[in-house]
Every structure is written in structure tokens, then in C-alpha cells.
T-cell receptor, first 121, second 115 residues
Framework: GAVVSQHPSWVICKSGTSVKIECRSL??????MFWYRQFPKQSLMLMAT?????????EQGVEKDKFLINHASLTLSTLTVTSAHPEDSSFYIC?????????????????FGPGTRLTVT | AQSVSQHNHHVILSEAASLELGCNYS??????LFWYVQYPGQHLQLLLK??????LVKGIKGFEAEFIKSKFSFNLRKPSVQWSDTAEYFC?????????????FGQGTILTVHP
């Protein structure tokens, strides 16, 4: 199956600094990637939809100036947490959407990365 | 707004016990439904999905789920669990009846299977 990687798998940073997380589709091209945030014992919350070559679409309540998303190529999207604070500590998961051609027309499957644990001290 | 609810946060079973994890969604139109599994330290993997047709869907590793439209439910079942099924399970939904939409996840259910 398709593979999505994330780097780093975990990161610790100091309050006020910025952190960049990379999401790569390793064996397919993804015009669309998704960024989720997962709090302990809670669901995955969609933060934004990243579209190659255009601006990301953010979900309601997500600060676009704080969570900068860049999808510069068909295999790479990055999430930069700017001026991180302890409340930004969380598990960030990306997902890449693969278009497949089935008998009844195109079908879109989402593949998930392993996640990045961010701790802001 | 669309939402997905999983009623059990943590389920503990012994090996060979039967499993049923509840999932309900709130949306009156066409939905596509999914179950994902996340093994410790690993990424989310698709267990099974329902788009249309037979409401009883069979997935990988012996799992199945039944779509009951009248109950807005998509419960996950397995007749006999194994220790290796210990993981977190997420129900998810896409609205609109196509595979293109955004996934909305339930809260997740942690399954612990004792040998």
C-alpha cells in the first residue's frame, strides 16, 4: 500500500520558537494532504487541507498565521508551528490523498503518516 | 454539522471473546463510513469501509461492520479477538457519497486484549 512519512517523529522545543514538520508521500503523488491534531484520549481533529500549488484551507478555529502550511510539491507538505507555546503540545498527523482509477471512476484513498509528537517547554 | 460518536472509550477483553465497538454518526444525507485501527506506535490503517451496496462489510484481519441506516450506526465486530488486536480503533465518516470529502473522526476506542 501507499506510504506516508513524517519527520520528525518527535520534537521538543522551547516556547516562542518555531517548529517545522514534514509530510511526504513516498510512492504516490498527492495533490491534497490533510493535517490533523490529536489530543490525548480525543479524536483526530482536522486542522487544514493542504493543496499543492495553492493556499491551504483551514478549519474553523485554526489560526492560519500560527500553523503555516506549505504544499510546494506533489509529495511534500510542511506544517510550521510558529511561536510555539505549551498549549500547542500535541500529536500532529498528516494524511495524503491518493487518486486511484476504479471501474466506476476515480476513487480517493487517504493514507496516514505515523504522526509527530510535539512538546513545547 | 456532521459528527461521529464512539461510545466506548476503553474496552478490555480476553482472547477469544467477541467484540463489538459502537459508532454512530449524525448526518441525514449520504455518508461513507470507515473504521481505522492504530496499533501502538504505528500509523492509522484502514480496516474497512462502506460506500454503498451490502450493508455488511468485511475488512481485514477478520473484522466486519454493519451499516444500519435507520440507526445511523456502523458498529465494528469481530467474533474472536486476539492479543494482537490490542490497538485504538477509530470510526470515521465522509459526507456526500463520494470518496473525495473530508474525514470526520470519532473519539476512538482503545481495545485491550488480555492473553
Amino acid at each position: 500500500g501507499a506510504v506516508v512519512s513524517q519527520h520528525p517523529s518527535w520534537v521538543i522545543c522551547k516556547s516562542g520558537t518555531s517548529v517545522k514538520i514534514e509530510c511526504r508521500s513516498l510512492d504516490f503523488q498527492a495533490t491534497t494532504m490533510f493535517w490533523y491534531r490529536q489530543f490525548p484520549k480525543q479524536s483526530l481533529m482536522l486542522m487544514a487541507t493542504s493543496n499543492e500549488g495553492s493556499k491551504a484551507t483551514y478549519e474553523q478555529g485554526v489560526e492560519k498565521d500560527k500553523f503555516l502550511i506549505n504544499h510546494a510539491s506533489l509529495t511534500l507538505s510542511t506544517l510550521t508551528v510558529t511561536s510555539a507555546h505549551p498549549e500547542d503540545s500535541s500529536f500532529y498527523i498528516c494524511s495524503a490523498r491518493d487518486r486511484q482509477n476504479a471501474g466506476g471512476g476515480p476513487y480517493y484513498e487517504q493514507y496516514f503518516g505515523p504522526g509527530t509528537r510535539l512538546t513545547v517547554t | 454539522a456532521q459528527s461521529v460518536s464512539q461510545h466506548n472509550h476503553h474496552v478490555i477483553l480476553s482472547e477469544a471473546a467477541s467484540l463489538e465497538l459502537g459508532c454512530n454518526y449524525s448526518y441525514g444525507g449520504t455518508v461513507n463510513l470507515f473504521w481505522y485501527v492504530q496499533y501502538p506506535g504505528q500509523h492509522l490503517q484502514l480496516l474497512l469501509k462502506y460506500f454503498s451496496g451490502d450493508p455488511l462489510v468485511k475488512g481485514i484481519k477478520g473484522f466486519e461492520a454493519e451499516f444500519i441506516k435507520s440507526k445511523f450506526s456502523f458498529n465494528l465486530r469481530k467474533p474472536s479477538v486476539q492479543w494482537s488486536d490490542t490497538a485504538e480503533y477509530f470510526c470515521a465518516a465522509k459526507i456526500g457519497g463520494t470518496s473525495y470529502g473530508k474525514l470526520t473522526f470519532g473519539q476512538g476506542t482503545i481495545l485491550t486484549v488480555h492473553p
